[in-house]
């Protein structure tokens, strides 16, 4: 279940539906497994009613992207398992009382979303030493961005730096969004983490490129255009989600499944966009973030 992506239908079956109590041992091996999707379509407040959805069809176990995905799923059952992955901090808003034994029905991983945000600031001003006002975009549907501009304050006042945030609930809110960060007299610009804005990386890229503003976000957002990003290769998480999920159909309990945290973290120049800018990034700071 996630706010973001591209559309699909509600539901992909890989074969025969089976129906099986959640609460009890684990599905029979040799038959096939259904799939139920479920997208918001980036607004966050409809996670609650497809959450709801997916309990009523008695699920063996929910996929949850984000910590307004996951935040849902555990309004909406306390006993289905959940595997939360992309969540950048599970400890903070309280959704598990421990990474080494989360206990309950959820499982899943998680990174130094805070501390990464961050770090995204020394990156940009190491590459743009002259740079005085960031804006700082986010979506203010996730509470995440909260625990992240703390953290970004932090290093911005170590920095000199002025940090201006930026709201875009909706992918509608970004040219409006970004009228504001050029009015401001921001030089640049830090994207937080958000499934929406993730998704929306193309349509930012473009909107930086047209007013020479260079950003720093998510591998999405330097793919796309964005002059840089730094960050945890996201894909990896949903290729390790399988394994929770196998563990838990085999009958382990999420509670008792440690959240997995990220060990890898990836600094990636679009070189292109550097020139287009007229930006030579000489040095940046080392891999990963700063605690």
């Known amino acids: 279940m996630t706010s973001r992506g591209t559309r699909s ?17 684990a599905p029979p091996r040799d038959k ?11 607004n966050h407040d409809r996670l609650f009613v497809l959450a709801a959805e ?29 595997v939360a992955i992309v969540v950048g901090d599970l400890l903070t808003p309280g959704l598990v009382p421990s990474l080494a034994r989360p206990g309950g029905n959820l ?3 998680t990174f130094f979303f805070a ?31 909260q625990i992240a501009l703390e ?47 993730i998704a929306s990386a193309g349509l930012i890229a473009e909107l930086a490129l047209a007013r020479q503003m260079p950003v720093i976000g998510e591998r999405a957002h330097a793919t796309a255009g964005a002059v840089m990003s730094y ?19 085999k009958g382990t309990k999420p509670g008792d499944l440690p959240i997995q945290q990220a060990t890898r ?11 287009a800018l007229g930006i030579t990034i000489a040095h940046t700071p080392g891999p990963g973030p700063t605690r």
């Open 107 to 109: 499982t899943g991983q």
């Open 9 to 25: 239908k509600s539901k992909q079956p890989c074969g025969r539906a089976t129906t099986h109590d959640p609460t009890t041992q």
């Open 151 to 197: 953290t970004m304050r932090l290093t911005a006042d170590a920095l000199r730096l002025e940090l201006r945030p930026v709201e875009a609930r909706a992918r509608e809110d970004l040219e409006e969004a970004f009228k504001n960060i050029a009015t401001q007299g921001a030089e640049g610009v830090v994207v937080v983490d958000d499934p929406l804005l």
């Open 115 to 145: 501390e990464i945000c961050a770090k995204r600031i020394e990156i940009i001003k190491a590459a743009i030493p002259g740079l005085m006002r960031l804006a700082v975009l986010i979506n203010p549907s996730n509470p995440s961005y």
């Open 32 to 42: 096939p497994i259904s799939i139920h999707y479920r997208w918001a379509e980036g």
């Open 265 to 275: 973290f990836q600094l990636i120049i679009n070189a292109r966009t550097a020139q």
């Open 54 to 82: 997916l309990v009523r069809l008695q699920v063996q176990c929910i996929l949850t992207q984000g910590t307004p995905g996951t935040r849902a799923a555990l309004a909406a059952t306390a006993t289905i398992p959940i």
């Open 231 to 249: 960050g945890v290769d996201l894909r990896q998480f949903w290729f390790e989600a399988a394994t929770f999920i196998d563990r838990i159909l």
